[in-house]
């Protein structure tokens, strides 16, 4: 596990990180203090032939 945080505009935003090779799982957790504040695109990608992915769409309108 590792994780970093930093502050913009008094925006405190954090990011995590876990990645387990034995059960194959890259997991990224976003996080900020203030509603609203994290706009999230990403894509991913894989050089192996037979490989697959799960998604998860989080939608949180609270502050932490």
């Given at each position: 596990e590792s994780q970093t945080e930093y502050t913009v505009d008094n925006v405190v935003f954090k990011r995590e990180y876990l990645v387990s090779q034995p059960h194959q799982v890259l997991a990224i957790r976003l996080t900020a203090n203030k509603a609203h504040q994290i706009?999230?695109?990403?894509?991913l990608n894989s050089p192996?032939?037979?490989?697959?992915?799960?998604?998860?769409e989080y939608t949180n309108n609270t502050a932490n």
């Amino acid at each position: 596990e590792s994780q970093t945080e930093y502050t913009v505009d008094n925006v405190v935003f954090k990011r995590e990180y876990l990645v387990s090779q034995p059960h194959q799982v890259l997991a990224i957790r976003l996080t900020a203090n203030k509603a609203h504040q994290i706009n999230l695109e990403s894509f991913l990608n894989s050089p192996h032939k037979n490989y697959s992915f799960k998604s998860s769409e989080y939608t949180n309108n609270t502050a932490n």
